[in-house]
């Protein structure tokens, strides 16, 4: 079964750190654009990061600039999200999902099109409160 696994949410304080995980299985995410998203109830799915099959590109909206690290290990078919400096701004259920149009993404045009993106996983819930 071709599937991405969210986990590592949780709750944590505001100024807190949380790393989320996106695990492939049934496929190699080696050949892909990989993204991270959010979604809070009531809103579209908004892009957060995303990183290019070849680690060289990434891209974070400015909301997340210099709080969120996006990385990935491929030997591990794993990508990450770090995520410091956390804000109840922040709260909201995390995907991951693979573009399979594209290998690269490194501007907010290769993550907001998010028709382009598959093999959502099911989330992980992140809450940021005190």
């Known amino acids: 079964q071709v599937q991405l696994v969210e986990s590592g949410g949780g709750l944590v304080q505001p100024g807190g750190s949380l790393r989320l995980s996106c695990a492939a299985s049934g496929f190699t995410l080696d050949y892909y654009a990989i993204g991270w998203f959010r979604q809070v109830p009531g809103k579209e799915r908004e892009g957060v990061s995303c990183?290019?099959?070849?680690?060289?590109?990434?891209y974070d909206v400015d909301s997340v600039k210099g709080r969120f690290t996006i990385s990935r290990d491929n030997a591990k078919n794993t990508v990450y999200l770090q995520m410091n400096s956390l804000k109840p701004e922040d709260t909201a259920v995390y995907y991951c999902a693979a573009n399979l149009m594209r290998s690269r993404c490194g501007n907010y045009e290769h993550l907001a099109a998010i028709h382009e993106y598959a093999y959502w996983g099911q989330g992980t819930q992140v809450t940021v409160s005190s």
């Open positions: 990183i290019s099959y070849n680690i060289g590109d990434t």
